[in-house]
């Protein structure tokens, strides 16, 4: 795909982003701080610094397009438009969640939302996103089908065997890999020779990019015109998006791994507060807008952490509800 | 209800004829499955001309994205019937089985599910010398799996009729064809019928031992039980024909009738689904029983090459009759093995 020079998104679409990335850090905060401090237990994978790609991805795609994601999901699923209180309620476990306690940070999903699946399981959810791409090319729907994963997913076989079909049948799949330079805690220059992410699309005869998936601006200029791309019937399109994974793999990482020079340096180009800059000099916001919008995200993700802790546990009753549709005779 | 005389792959070709020709949402995809190949040994022959390649499908040997692809379009409320040529070949895409299809209804808490059928095949038994990769018996692994269904067909008419359950229920189920059964013939519905997971078949009446069978074992099962009958005893032969769920009120009943047990499969002795059976059997039944349960497996060795070592391999009708006679004969000698 060639890269266009392109001119700003929208005023409104930037002001979207920023609000879905600030939400994004705050939600990530709170989490991270509860877990640590022992408010709360839970297994949680933090995506603070990767808020960029998946505000653009969520202002880029229609509320009726399908989204999949992974373990560390939830900023995607806030960009989706996933409510938090349900999201927090997922990573809890507690009995207000819409999995009522069955699924956890790991496997939450919102179809209200557009959000078919986050998966466990490294690189499997792209197989799963060509059959909903299939069932809306089956269906003739316009909808259009993205999924999102790491780096390391690139290396499994899901990836090619699933990226391979896309290709065969034309699907209207976006790829967007999230490359945060490390897969768990190995760095990607220790598993896989590819320079560039993005070229194995060429193995699969469809295009592949490369953008800065910090820059809020330049992911969603990209991912609209793959997204657009797919809606017209012109078949997938492997956007990677250049990122930095702050907090480790999991809570509690020790990020022995990352040497230091690399983290202060990720966290120096902060995509945050340096989209703040950009909005504030290009006079898209005010100073009042930007402290009003960060204000309303930390009060909005309180507001849904205090609903969660208060909120009951499952009962255990309710643990054989929903192994299956028909349980005749099924083993207990 | 009209029937004709035709092959267990005539029977399931016509299943998914129907089934195809029921309901738009439902489609098959796997490899070489469409005409002119009609499937590796010719179930789906016909279909692709029938319905079109978009609903009968070829893929790429791609089986993590076949099983991957059937759960995606099951989520959006289409009933894949995915193909996996061989059993041998699964492990290749078992996570979308296992950490997929089998959980969505619970990790969503019935928001989702991906109701898909997979069909496969076991050439196990075959004696064609497939060996080690083409030619196992694995049913056993995936009873280990809640939220999955588990079928396995050992008549024209029971392929049929699972088949059409299999693919309209709600949960997801692997369908497990056996290869040298494919040709074996029988009376088939001819219109769409379908027949309850969960539901054995009592094959056949006796009052001394129940053997209990499913897939290649029931011919064997029978040709034993003829033996047994022309030495005066007097078997009760079950079909399961589905291993999850088993119908163990059908089981249980028969054998507080026999109060003797023999469990017969071309899967592993060892941790089979005989283990299952006769735990279950002693558990519920104990103080009736009049000997301890029997089971006849396959050995604990990879399916070898040549058909002298493969017939060693699986159980013989020899080592039914053996077994039901270890029943028979008290309990001191039915301890020995």
Redesign the interface.
């Known amino acids: 795909m060639e890269m266009r020079p392109s001119s700003p998104p929208p005023a409104a679409v930037r002001r979207r982003m920023y609000e879905l990335m600030t939400l994004m850090k705050a939600a990530d905060d709170r989490m991270t701080k509860g877990i640590t401090t022992g408010e709360f237990i839970a297994v949680y994978f933090p995506h603070r610094g990767q808020e960029a790609t998946a505000a653009a991805l969520g202002a880029a795609l229609r509320p009726t397009d399908q989204l999949v994601t992974t373990y560390r999901g939830v900023h995607d699923h806030i960009g989706k438009g996933v409510p938090l209180v349900d999201l927090f309620a997922e990573i809890l476990g507690k009995d207000i969640a819409p999995g009522r306690g069955k699924a956890g940070t790991m496997h939450i999903a919102s179809p209200q939302a557009g959000v078919m699946l986050s998966t466990g399981i490294v690189g499997a959810g792209i197989p799963v996103a060509v059959g909903l791409a299939l069932a809306a090319q089956l269906e003739k729907a316009d909808r259009v089908v993205a999924v999102t994963f790491g780096d390391g997913a690139t290396n499994t076989g899901a990836f090619h065997e699933a990226a391979n079909m896309a290709a065969v049948w034309n699907l209207p799949l976006v790829l967007v890999c999230q490359n945060n330079l490390y897969g768990e805690k190995t760095p990607i220059g220790m598993t896989m020779k590819t320079k560039q992410i993005a070229d194995r699309a060429r193995a699969y005869e469809f295009p592949g990019v490369r953008v800065n998936g910090n820059d809020p601006d330049e992911a969603y200029a990209t991912l609209s015109e793959a997204i657009e791309r797919a809606r017209a019937g012109e078949g997938p399109t492997l956007v990677e998006c250049m990122t930095f994974r702050f907090r480790g793999h999991s809570i509690g990482d020790d990020m022995v791994y990352i040497p230091k020079e690399q983290l202060a340096d990720a966290e120096a180009k902060d995509p945050i507060p340096t989209y703040r800059a950009r909005l504030l000099s290009s006079g898209v916001c005010t100073e009042e807008e930007l402290s009003s919008i960060e204000a309303t995200a930390l009060n909005t993700v309180e507001e849904a952490v205090k609903t969660v802790v208060d909120a009951p546990l499952p009962s255990p009753e309710s643990l054989m509800a929903h192994v299956y549709a028909n349980p005749d005779k099924a083993p207990v | 209800m009209q029937e004709r005389e035709m092959t267990m792959l005539e029977a399931l070709n016509l299943a998914l004829d129907q089934a195809l020709a029921r309901d738009e949402r439902v489609?098959l995809l796997g490899e070489d499955i469409a005409d002119p190949a009609g499937g590796i040994v010719g179930v789906t022959q016909g279909l692709s001309t029938k319905y079109g390649h978009?609903r009968v499908r070829d893929?790429?040997i791609?089986?993590?994205?076949i099983?991957?692809?059937?759960?995606?379009?099951?989520?959006?409320?289409?009933r894949?019937v995915a193909e996996i040529m061989f059993i041998d070949l699964i492990p290749i895409a078992l996570?979308?089985i296992l950490?997929?299809a089998a959980?969505?209804?619970?990790?969503?808490?019935?928001?989702?599910?991906s109701?898909i059928t997979i069909r496969t095949a076991t050439l196990g038994g075959m004696g064609m010398g497939t060996g080690a990769t083409h030619g196992q018996t694995l049913e056993a692994w995936f009873m280990h799996i809640?939220?999955l269904?588990v079928a396995v067909p050992a008549t024209p008419a029971d392929a049929k009729g699972l088949l059409t359950t299999a693919i309209f229920?709600?949960?997801p189920v692997l369908f497990i064809e056996t290869g040298a059964l494919l040709g074996t013939r029988g009376a088939v519905p001819v219109d769409e019928f379908s027949i309850?997971?969960?539901q054995a078949e009592v094959v056949r009446s006796g009052n001394d031992v129940t053997i209990i069978t499913y897939g290649l074992g029931r011919p064997q099962v029978l040709a034993a039980a003829d033996t047994l009958a022309g030495e005066g005893v007097s078997d009760e032969v079950i079909d399961l024909r589905t291993l999850?769920?088993?119908?163990?009120?059908t089981v249980l009943e028969s054998v507080a009738k026999t109060r003797r047990a023999v469990i017969v499969h071309y899967a592993t002795r060892f941790a089979g689904p005989g283990a299952e059976l006769a735990a279950t059997i002693t558990e519920e039944l104990f103080s009736q029983l009049a000997a301890p349960v029997a089971r006849v497996g396959a050995k604990f060795a990879p399916i070898p090459q040549a058909s002298s070592l493969e017939a060693e391999v699986f159980p013989s009708v020899a080592a039914v009759v053996e077994a039901a006679h270890r029943t028979m004969s008290g309990t001191a000698e039915a301890l020995v093995r």
């Open positions: 489609f978009d893929t790429p791609s089986e993590a994205a099983l991957g692809a059937a759960v995606g379009a099951g989520l959006q409320g289409f894949a996570d979308q950490n997929h959980k969505m209804r619970f990790m969503t808490s019935g928001r989702l599910s109701p809640p939220g269904k229920d709600d949960d309850p997971f969960g999850l769920p088993i119908d163990f009120p």
